[in-house]
């Protein structure tokens, strides 16, 4: 965002939705000494998909990015204001990032599968994050998460085949199924279909759909349609609300001029 983008994507409260599961307060976010993203308040509910969408730099991933605490590996990053997960704020001094980034996975943008075997790459994080699994709990583990993100059926014989001999769709899949098998309760996902071709990504759109039953997610994308088909809940800049109403008759007009093309 530029010096003079203020950012106010506020929620609306309505009666018998979905509870909150993230709430952000005065987020600002700096590069050095560049103020990046300004006065977010919002909050995220829980078994909703909720899009962020913008102009290219306009600071959608970095504000995503804050809630998994990934900015931690800027160094030049500093974050400001509050992110609070069930109301205990992310960035208090007592809160561990790895744990953080282990209940908010995050799926990227291009595909980016570990140099392993299909089977390593669901089997590595839950490895690391020390659960002690008996082989065949493992191998559970690794076909349910491959199940959830629908690719069970397509790498089932070739398990011991390196992640990057799949397709690009197959790849973000992947991806996404190595994010589950931590168990989070969030998924976030920068513009995961940007790299992809249109059959791949009306896959990981219907994913989606079929996913936000167990978790909580969360998508920047540049594809306005993308953001009117997948998502509950769309923020742009000045304004958050149900998508419905930001894509018909938003209350701000730089809302109106982005989503009709008038500018970014």
């Known amino acids: 965002m530029n010096a003079e983008t203020h950012v ?10 979905h509870p909150a599961i993230l709430d952000i307060k005065g987020l600002d976010v700096y590069y050095g000494d560049f103020w990046a993203v300004r006065k977010v308040d ?32 800027v160094p030049s990053a500093r974050v400001a204001g509050q992110i609070l997960y069930h109301g205990q704020d992310l960035y208090g001094p007592d809160v561990d990032p790895i744990e953080v980034r282990r209940r908010v996975g995050m799926v990227f943008q291009k595909p ?32 349910e998460a491959l199940t959830r993100a ?8 070739k398990l011991d085949q390196s992640g990057f001999a799949l397709s690009g769709g197959q790849q973000q899949r992947l991806c996404i199924a190595r994010a589950i098998a931590n168990k989070p309760e969030i998924l976030l996902m920068d513009e995961p279909c940007s790299a992809l071709d249109p059959v791949s990504t009306l896959r990981i759109e ?15 994308t540049h594809n306005m349609q993308q953001a009117a088909r997948v998502s ?31 500018f970014g």
Do not use: Q
Not at 206 to 220: K, Q
């Open 8 to 17: 106010d994507v506020s929620g609306v409260e309505v009666p018998g939705e």
């Open 42 to 73: 919002m909050s995220i509910r829980a078994n909703e998909i909720t899009a962020f969408i913008g102009p290219s730099g306009c600071g959608k991933s970095t504000a995503l990015r804050c809630i998994n605490r990934t900015n931690d590996l």
């Open 112 to 143: 980016n599968p570990f140099p392993k075997s299909i089977y390593d790459n669901i089997a590595y994080g839950p490895k690391v994050n020390g659960w002690k699994l008996k082989k065949s709990e493992e191998k559970d583990m690794v076909e």
């Open 150 to 157: 629908g690719l069970w059926n397509e790498v089932r014989h």
């Open 206 to 220: 219907e994913l989606m759909y079929e996913l936000v039953s167990e978790y909580t997610i969360v998508i920047v």
């Open 232 to 262: 509950d809940r769309t923020g742009h800049l000045v304004e958050f609300d149900e998508t419905t109403k930001i894509f018909s008759n938003p209350a701000d007009s730089r809302t109106e001029d982005y989503i009709s093309g008038r």
